[in-house]
């Protein structure tokens, strides 16, 4: 609809006539059951029994001022434009969101004497002496001193325009120097500091009236990009704030704001970029109103789309499975063992949002060797019961390979085919494929990305299932459903997901979590060694195969590089081989094809082999219950997630199960914090909870924008608590207006389909 403004003339009785020409634009018939009211900017007019929301003229002029491009800011050129786009600043309204990410505290200063080391002080003195100095190692730096009243102060540039600074820095000349104070000894110093130059006859109070932005106040330190300076910064946000602040709109439902204490958004905006007064660790911790409710907003809003979104699925005509035990009973006969309590909880969950007439929507969570995987093939044999294909989505070929070898066997048991499709398929092996896939002949299909792209047409697809759903967003979930007529859709991930991120990547998906392991599982002892132990390595392998079991030593690569000294599995298998003659050594790694690497891994199983060299292909399901030890090279490589993965290949049978990480012994800060993670701990969702704060949000989840929300100014691991209110309010407001109908949140609804609309693809369900 084109939402072109119009300018809405009360009449004297209060009653407001819509222009003919509107209400042909909105398709509303005459003499249609309709009114019409003003919503703070907003026309709302409600025809029976729609909603539709026409900007004002003072609303369309509100949102082109927030959408005016930064450029034509007083002072802000084409140069400087092109540096905040660097930070992601092209209009106003960037700019009113670009928070600073620290304070600090020029409201006093300080004289020479009182300087404490470890704080940013401001000082007024007289430059004493300046000259670049060579160190003893031959560095130059350019060094002055600077003195008051009460002291002198050395202060130092390591990385300057020395030639320009000897110009300028001349004895007598006085400045205010802002910096943080070090200690060196008896000694303290000042390096790199914020430098402004009285000018001749000019006085302290003078200068500091002068420039506003900068002393005498509580300032605000943003994020920048290189050639963009904090001045300059500090100049265009305050400019910013005074002109365009006012020009935020307050949509949140008065209930909610009254609730939780919130500020009004213009309001906030302006104490976040110029705060009064206030302690400077509760601005820096933002703990303070303005930025809650800053946080609060953002949260709220994004919750409030993925319940829409969650709300839509939900409403929508899916399919009503029946569950039959065609296949599924037979499945069950065939395993050595039984479901557990968990297992079966989730199954139930599974099959009832399957039966029900509205496509299913649901996560499955669960450790490593909970269970997960067979949970997914029975549901997916309740689809096959039913006449209907199922989709296997996995984010790499390696993992979309090991769920193919563990499926295919079982269900061609059951006379039932698998297919496996990824990237790697060409030609006439392709065409193939595709044609069944259309056909309907292949009941399972197994695959990458591959199985949602154009070329694939699915005969009936009745369930997909997306592994490692972390790696996708919610666009690709959305892609899938597309493959078919609102099929049900079940996502899983091995990785444990910290529930911060499970109510935001994941809020629109119900969840079941697999909370219990096969019993006889034992805690994996874990410790690290780095190479003066390798020999005694060596003897724990030969001690655990002595007694019958079995060893994976798992490598980064497949094949040494000149340019890396990581262990290679090749080499390293000829290396063991050498080492233990006696012992039988396979390799496995993902440049081997299906048919190889499955007949590796029955060799395995089958104890045909004794020690197992591998890449992280055996990261996911391999099930040997007689493999005691995991070794892993280079452990200081690998990511938590992909560590506790690799580790839980072990511990599956009666025996105590180990895992030795071994490392050359040169860790960054990161992998020695990860390392100790695992020795500490086998439960997955702690690992999860310190790979989060060790790595943050977007690097979690495997790719800096898989799935996550941008935040402009939450941050998951701080403002948790918040982000749980907010979802409450959300979701709340949904369950007493479905789809945000009622005319009082139309203005609720244009702005969460105008920040959120396209990300989470709400425009169908919204």
């Known amino acids: 609809m084109d939402k072109t403004p119009f300018t809405i003339t009360v009449t004297a009785d209060g009653s407001l006539p819509l222009p003919a020409e509107l209400r042909d634009q909105l398709g509303i018939k005459p003499g249609a059951m309709m009114s019409v009211r003003?919503?703070?900017?907003?026309?709302?007019?409600?025809?029976?029994p729609a909603i539709v929301v026409v900007p004002t003229v003072q609303e369309a002029l509100r949102l082109k001022r927030l959408q005016t491009p930064v450029q034509f800011l007083k002072g802000v050129g084409t140069k400087l434009a092109e540096l905040l786009a660097k930070r992601g600043v092209t209009t106003i309204e960037d700019a009113l969101y670009l928070l600073p990410h620290r304070y600090e505290d020029r409201r006093r200063v300080t004289p020479i004497a009182r300087l404490q080391a470890g704080t940013?002080?401001?000082i007024y003195a007289t430059v004493q002496s300046a000259e670049v100095q060579t160190t003893r190692g031959g560095r130059r730096i350019f060094a002055a001193?600077?003195?008051?009243?009460?002291?002198?102060l050395p202060l130092k540039w390591f990385h300057s325009n020395q030639t320009f600074m000897q110009r300028t820095w001349k004895i007598g000349r006085r400045g205010i120097f802002t910096g943080?104070?070090?200690q060196f000894g008896h000694q303290r110093e000042m390096h790199h500091p914020d430098v402004d130059w009285l000018a001749e006859g000019e006085t302290l109070a003078e200068a500091m009236a002068k420039d506003p932005v900068n002393y005498g106040?509580?300032?605000?330190v943003y994020p920048l990009t290189e050639g963009l300076h904090q001045k300059s910064m500090r100049k265009i946000m305050v400019q910013v704030v005074e002109q365009f602040a006012a020009s935020l709109a307050d949509t949140l439902p008065d209930e909610v704001v009254q609730r939780h204490g919130l500020l009004p958004l213009s309001q906030a905006i302006r104490e976040v970029h110029l705060p009064q007064d206030g302690d400077l660790t509760t601005l820096n911790k933002g703990d303070f109103p303005a930025h809650r409710t800053l946080v609060f907003d953002e949260f709220y809003f994004l919750?409030?789309?993925?319940?829409l979104k969650r709300q839509g699925i939900t409403l929508e005509t899916g399919i009503s499975f029946t569950v039959n035990h065609t296949y599924t009973k037979p499945l069950l006969q065939q395993l050595p063992f039984q479901l557990t309590g968990a297992q079966r909880r989730v199954l139930s969950e599974i099959k009832t949002d399957m039966m029900a007439p509205h496509p299913m929507h649901r996560l499955v969570q669960g450790d490593v060797g909970s269970g997960k995987t067979l949970v997914a093939l029975l549901a997916a044999l309740v689809a096959v019961e039913n006449g209907y294909q199922v989709a296997i989505m996995a984010p790499t070929e390696i993992l979309a390979e090991q769920h193919y070898l563990n499926i295919h066997r079982l269900c061609e048991a059951l006379g039932l085919q698998v297919l496996l499709v990824t990237a790697s398929l060409k030609g006439k092996a392709r065409t193939a494929a595709l044609a069944a896939i259309a056909a309907g002949s292949v009941q399972i299909i197994v695959g990458t990305h591959a199985v949602i792209q154009d070329k694939v047409e699915f005969s009936r697809l009745g369930l997909g299932i997306v592994d490692e759903q972390h790696r996708f967003g919610v666009l690709q979930r959305g892609l899938l459903r597309k493959k078919g007529a609102n099929p049900d859709i079940l996502v899983m991930t091995a990785t444990p997901i910290p529930r911060t991120l499970a109510m935001t990547v994941f809020g629109d998906l119900a969840l079941s979590v697999i909370d219990e392991m096969p019993p006889g599982r034992h805690p994996i002892e874990t410790r690290v060694a780095d190479e003066s132990r390798r020999a005694q390595v060596y003897a724990l392998i030969r001690e655990e195969i002595a007694k019958g079991h079995q060893v994976y030593f798992v490598c980064p690569l497949v094949e040494e590089s000149e340019k890396s000294e990581l262990k290679a599995a090749t080499q390293t298998a000829e290396q063991l081989g050498q080492l233990f003659p006696e012992f039988r050594i396979a390799l496995l790694h993902g440049r081997l094809k299906p048919d190889e690497k499955e007949a590796v891994m029955r060799g395995f199983n089958e104890r045909a082999t004794d020690i197992l060299v591998a890449t992280t292909v055996i990261e996911v399901g391999i099930d040997v219950p007689n493999a005691t030890l995991m070794i892993i090279e280079h452990a200081e490589r690998f990511g938590l997630s992909q560590l506790h993965q690799l580790r839980g290949r072990v511990g599956r049978g009666v025996g105590k199960s180990r895992c030795i990480l071994m490392t050359t012994g040169q860790l960054s800060e990161d992998g020695a914090k990860r390392l100790k993670v695992m020795e500490a701990t086998n439960d997955g969702f702690r690992i999860a909870e310190a790979d989060l704060e060790i790595r943050g949000p977007g690097d979690f989840l495997g790719t800096r924008q898989a799935g996550l929300p941008d935040f402009r100014i939450a941050n998951l691991l701080r403002d948790a608590t918040i982000l749980e209110t907010a979802r409450q309010e959300a979701f709340t407001l949904l369950e007493s207006d479905p789809g945000l109908q009622r005319p009082e949140h139309a203005s609720l609804r244009t702005e969460l389909l105008r920040r959120?609309?396209?990300?989470?693809?709400?425009?169908a369900t919204a």
């Open 145 to 152: 001193v600077i003195s008051d009243d009460t002291g002198a």
């Open 38 to 48: 003003i919503d703070g900017l907003h026309l709302v007019v409600q025809a029976l």
């Open 120 to 122: 940013l002080e401001v």
């Open 756 to 763: 959120w609309g396209g990300r989470l693809e709400l425009a």
């Open 180 to 182: 943080e104070v070090s």
């Open 303 to 307: 919750e409030l789309g993925l319940a």
């Open 217 to 220: 106040r509580l300032v605000p």
